[in-house]
């Protein structure tokens, strides 16, 4: 391999695999009893553990045709005044389980959080503050589309307390703008950072999508440098997740132009990775760029960042709580989500129930794996000899199959026996979710359609 260039030795090693967002996988959730949800909610309650809470709003003014999260289009603002009712009876029903754990960070996103107008904002942020038990200090951060932000909602978000924003670009060309249905001018991203500074936002992150139709390592380029030039915190780049037989709106996306393969994929991640570095950012995980003595800078130098449905974030609490439509909440012991149809979701809190669909209860063994493939999804490296202190086993002897299939993947990753650690490469880092693979027991039993490309 090594007479490759970099681009295609990433696109040879490249597979398809779960974003290690969380693990197992939300593939491999399954029924759970609402009882089993309820003791663990109250657990976090009991134990007064910190949480984070995380809040979906699923409605979007239109549809992206590449979009892959849950969404549901609608210029109908006042769906969303009856949406944030409804979370008040979920919060209602959630708070006497909960209510004596602090909430550590409130996190909205989406869907397009920003589709509440500001009275609908500061009736969801009351209803948090009266049913749960904020800590003082708790993060506040909100998803916000560009194209849809009003003035407003940023004071009103600033009066709520908020200082982090998370803004969609994923592209600036035109043509590729046509081919994802998604029409943004840099004017109007640059008008919301500048706007959201202003109001006393101290943390912007950007994100941004490669792999996408009709991008050039020339178009990609400009983005990058006009994405460079706001100055965001952290700038999240997502690799374009294909994959029409789950979400058959990307159809669109695939008439619109040739999706790429891995090669160009490939090349487009490597010009972003030597763009950011030039610009004198931090490379942080697998696909997430920090500027220096930002706050998700910090996190990743004290090994204090985590991995979870969010994306890359600084660990705040061990335990999310999600609400809403599709929501996924997680503890170190369970996952589970929400249901994912609107009207199944309101049904379960009309009946007094919680609005539970699918979930996973880990054992030992998964607890082990995924504190592994945390740290490896964070750090590029694992201590495995912390890993046998904290699951009490020794970790030579319970991953000896897995190490000794590392060996295969011997240009992406290493175990150092005697530092016994294992080591992503530099390749390697860039395919982590490879590596995670092999530690991964339930990957193997599944269709690999199910996930995106590694690269
Ligand atoms: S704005 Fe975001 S969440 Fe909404 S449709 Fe577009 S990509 Fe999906």
Not at 267 to 277: D, E, G, H, T, V
Not at 307 to 321: C, K, N, P, V, W
Not at 324 to 333: C, K, N, P, Y
Request: with cysteine; aromatic share 8%; charged share 25%.
């Amino acid at each position: 391999m090594e007479h490759l260039d970099p681009a295609a030795r990433l696109a040879h090693w490249s597979s398809r695999g779960p974003r290690y967002t969380s693990y197992p996988s939300a593939n491999e959730f399954g029924p759970i009893a609402g009882d089993r949800v309820r003791r663990e909610v109250g657990a976090l309650g009991a134990d007064r553990e910190p949480v984070s809470l995380y809040v979906h709003v699923p409605f979007c003014r239109s549809l992206c045709a590449y979009c892959g999260c849950n969404v549901i289009p609608t210029r109908d603002a006042s769906r969303g005044v009856g949406y944030v009712d409804d979370l008040a009876t979920e919060m209602a029903l959630l708070s006497g389980l909960v209510a004596t754990a602090p909430i550590t960070e409130i996190a909205l996103g989406g869907g397009s959080p920003n589709f509440l107008a500001p009275p609908a904002m500061r009736t969801l942020v009351g209803a948090i503050e009266r049913y749960f038990r904020v800590a003082p200090g708790a993060r506040r951060s909100i998803e916000l589309d560009p194209r849809q932000t009003t003035s407003a909602q940023i004071e009103a978000l600033a009066d709520l307390r908020f200082t982090a924003v998370s803004l969609g670009v994923q592209d600036f060309a035109e043509s590729v703008q046509d081919a994802i249905r998604r029409h943004q001018s840099a004017e109007q991203t640059r008008w919301l950072v500048e706007r959201s500074r202003a109001a006393g936002f101290d943390d912007v992150n950007v994100d941004i999508v490669y792999g996408l139709p009709r991008q050039t390592e020339a178009s990609f380029a400009e983005t990058l440098d006009q994405v460079i030039e706001l100055q965001p915190d952290r700038v999240a780049l997502f690799g374009y997740a294909h994959l029409p037989s789950k979400l058959p709106h990307q159809l669109l996306v695939e008439r619109a132009g040739r999706i790429l393969d891995n090669y160009e994929r490939a090349s487009l991640l490597l010009l972003a990775i030597a763009r950011f570095a030039e610009a004198g950012y931090l490379h942080l995980g697998l696909d997430h760029f920090a500027r220096p003595g930002s706050r998700l800078a910090r996190a990743a130098a004290e090994q204090r960042m985590v991995r979870s449905f969010q994306g890359y974030t600084e660990h705040r609490a061990d335990a999310i709580l999600g609400l809403g439509v599709s929501a996924i909440s997680s503890t170190q012991r369970m996952h589970w989500q929400h249901h994912t149809e609107l009207a199944d979701w309101r049904a379960a809190l009309a009946a007094g129930r919680l609005p539970v669909e699918r979930g996973f209860v880990l054992d030992e063994d998964d607890r082990a794996r995924a504190a592994l493939i945390g740290r490896l999804m964070c750090d590029g490296t694992v201590d495995l000899g912390r890993i046998g202190r904290e699951c009490g086993l020794d970790p030579e002897v319970y991953f000896a199959r897995e190490l000794a299939a590392l060996a295969e993947l011997g240009e992406l990753a290493a175990y150092d026996r005697g530092a016994r650690a294992i080591r992503t490469t530099e390749l390697g880092r860039l395919l982590v979710r490879n590596v995670c693979m092999v530690f991964d027991r339930y990957h193997a039993q599944r269709a690999s359609a199910l996930h995106s490309s590694t690269i």
